[in-house]
């Protein structure tokens, strides 16, 4: 087969090492790509966003799969974009419509869809400029914290969480009146806050069936301890131990299945991954939200732990056949810890050479690229979030004593990690 994923990060990086070991892999190519995923095929100087370029790719090259990495190109239709030009009848695409993307595009859809098809979530309201003034009395009866969310997508910046009112009607000014986030806060879903412990959950479906991949825990702040900015995410973990069999069956009764069932009622055409993610409140599930892609670094975690071929389960899902498939995981656990630029997630300079790549030992350790590029035959840093060393170990403290060992062995100016991913289980 010949393949064409869009994406340029760590979760790209992690497809692209999964996807090149499948015997079904004639040819993979990688647009844009970076310095890793040029060692697993051969990459393309294009944006995940110039549609046109990715047409003329799957035309001249004749691809048979299009595997679509970041939300982006998602909530903004690549699918059916791809799919209304009859020269690619028999392209098969891993990436939900436009419509189905919306379950990430935007925050009120998706909660509209929960409280339709009874998936538990917090409890919310919706507000735009029109209806200004009911949010401001909503949020003066809600009890705190009160979180806002932008609708729409704001780069992972778009969720705040407020501890007082004076904070909170500020935000939501700042949000709808003075366009905060841009188009993504016209409308701005205000809900209550949950208290719990969170996890990200992740299937992929064909529209109709679907499988349950590992799941994972992420660490989105900069500092020790969750202390900090909000980042893209520091590391991640898996499995996650307080997920037991117990939970994940609740799950997926209560979550995953009324989701995949609510897509075919609505007439959503699906095929793709959902990612969920999750707060244990209690011992129960709720949905804080859907994104319509795998999440990163999550996926750093996720594949390297599939036993299956990758391949062979993305075209599963496209012939609607995941019925078929049955997941097979590594049951020792995986971590993986993110190197970033200095001043990420703030202003950060790029361009530095990164040495010592050939000095990490591959046996039971993987480098996966995220912010990189290759200059004059060497990788530099090309992003706030540079590569991630993910690690196998019979713990999790193992595993990420491994990954914190390798990455001592890196260097670049102005790195920095953390040393503490998955603190809160040794």
Not at 155 to 165: D, L, R, T
Request: glycine share 10%; hydrophobic share 40%; with cysteine.
């Amino acid at each position: 087969m010949r393949v064409l994923l869009l994406g340029a990060g760590g979760r790209e990086h992690a497809f692209a090492w999964k996807i090149s070991q499948s015997p079904l892999c004639e040819k993979l190519f990688i647009a844009p790509g970076n310095a890793g995923t040029s060692q697993c095929g051969t990459n393309l100087d294009f944006s995940v966003s110039d549609f046109d370029a990715i047409k003329k790719c799957c035309i001249d090259e004749k691809i048979d799969l299009v595997l679509v990495g970041p939300e982006e190109p998602l909530v903004k239709g690549i699918t059916d974009f791809l799919i209304s030009d009859p020269r690619l009848n028999d392209l098969d695409i891993i990436g939900p419509s436009k419509i189905g993307a919306q379950l990430e595009g935007s925050k009120a859809f998706a909660k509209a869809f929960m409280h339709k098809h009874k998936i538990p979530t917090a409890a919310y309201g919706e507000f735009t400029l029109d209806n200004y003034k009911d949010g401001v009395v909503y949020i003066n009866k809600h009890e705190l914290p009160i979180v806002l969310k932008a609708d729409g997508l704001a780069a992972g910046k778009g969720v705040v969480i407020c501890e007082n009112y004076v904070e909170a009607l500020a935000e939501f000014e700042l949000m709808i009146q003075r366009a905060k986030f841009g188009e993504a806060s016209k409308k701005v879903v205000i809900e209550e806050f949950l208290q719990g412990i969170e996890l990200s959950v992740f299937v992929l479906t064909d529209g109709k069936n679907y499988v349950l991949l590992p799941e994972a825990k992420d660490y989105k702040r900069v500092g020790e301890e969750d202390t900090g900015l909000n980042t893209g995410g520091m590391g991640a973990v898996s499995p996650v131990p307080f997920a037991d069999e117990i939970f994940l069956k609740n799950v997926e009764e209560k979550v995953i299945k009324p989701t995949i069932e609510g897509l075919k009622a609505d007439g959503l055409e699906y095929r793709g991954f959902i990612f969920f993610g999750l707060i244990k409140v209690g011992d129960e599930p709720y949905v804080i939200e859907y994104n319509c892609r795998m999440g990163d670094p999550e996926t750093e975690v996720v594949i390297p732990r599939l036993k299956n071929d990758f391949l062979e389960m993305l075209v599963a899902a496209t012939k609607q056949e995941l019925n078929k498939i049955k997941i097979q995981e590594d049951d020792r656990f995986a971590c993986t810890v993110m190197a970033v630029s200095g001043g990420y997630p703030g202003d950060y300079e790029k361009g530095y050479v990164i040495h010592g790549l050939d000095k990490v030992d591959t046996a039971e350790s993987i480098i996966f690229h995220a912010g990189t590029i290759t200059k004059d035959g060497k990788p530099v840093t090309n992003g706030g979030r540079v590569l991630c060393i993910t690690s196998f170990g019979d713990s999790i403290f193992e595993a990420v004593e491994k990954s914190k060992e390798e990455l001592r062995n890196i260097t670049f100016t102005g790195m920095s990690f953390r040393r503490d991913i998955g603190y809160e289980f040794e």
